[in-house]
């Protein structure tokens, strides 16, 4: 679609990871929550003492509240991945984007109390309207620097190799909590990011930038 403008227009800052200097990487999860994958994976996080990012489907929110509370009592931080999620996403108007994630964040102050500030458009695209539906809610986009492919991925093996050898200090790294592979290769990922000299600190840390008003 050729839909921008020549001029005037310009894209709200991306956080997409921190100092490249440092050991600190930071594990986010997009999609949730899922009743059973998501559990999987809280329990794994705590063994390890891992704060990560949970980028949560508004629409998935009801009937997994306390999965939710969970979430935000532990100290991981909570961001809004839309309320539809839904494929024709990118071509609504940045209001209806707005009104959209205005659902998730409301759902998500009415289990947590917080009212969360990350934004991660869903499939990652970030057009004129989610500028504009961004500029609207005040919420600032956090994406990622390495990018898993789980939900894609052929084996697990293949997987954790990727990763281990390509992400850096700096990275956030993004994966799924509706993926089962993911859930089932996480222990040995974070065991094998440590044994790399790898910390995990949660993404507002890593970012320096407030998750929540
Ligand atoms: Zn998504």
């Known amino acids: 679609m050729a839909f921008f403008p020549s001029s005037g227009f310009h894209y709200h800052e991306v956080y997409s ?3 490249r200097n440092g050991k600190s990487i930071s594990l986010t999860f997009d999609d949730g929550p899922d009743p059973v994958l998501s559990p999987m994976i809280l329990e794994v996080l705590k063994k390890y003492k891992i704060r990560a990012g949970f980028f949560l489907i508004g629409k998935r929110i009801s009937g997994n509240e306390a999965l939710v509370r969970q979430m935000s009592d532990y100290g991981h931080v909570i961001g809004n991945h839309s309320y539809s999620h839904t494929n024709l996403w990118d071509f609504r108007s940045s209001a209806k984007m707005a009104a959209d994630m205005n659902k998730t964040s409301e759902a998500v102050k009415s289990v947590t109390g917080k009212k969360i500030h990350f934004f991660r458009p869903p499939f990652g695209v970030i057009n004129p309207m989610v500028s504009g539906a961004v500029r609207k809610t005040g919420m600032k986009i956090v994406t990622w620097r390495f990018r898993s492919f789980d939900t894609t991925a052929s084996s697990a093996e293949g997987l954790i190799e990727k990763t281990v050898k390509k992400v850096r200090p700096g990275d956030i790294l993004l994966f799924h909590d509706s993926c089962r592979l993911t859930a089932g290769i996480l222990e040995k990922l974070i065991v094998s990011l440590h044994e790399r000299g790898l910390d ?9 930038l407030p998750a929540y008003e």
């Open 17 to 19: 990871g921190g100092n």
């Open 200 to 208: 995990f600190v949660p993404p507002d840390e890593l970012l320096n």
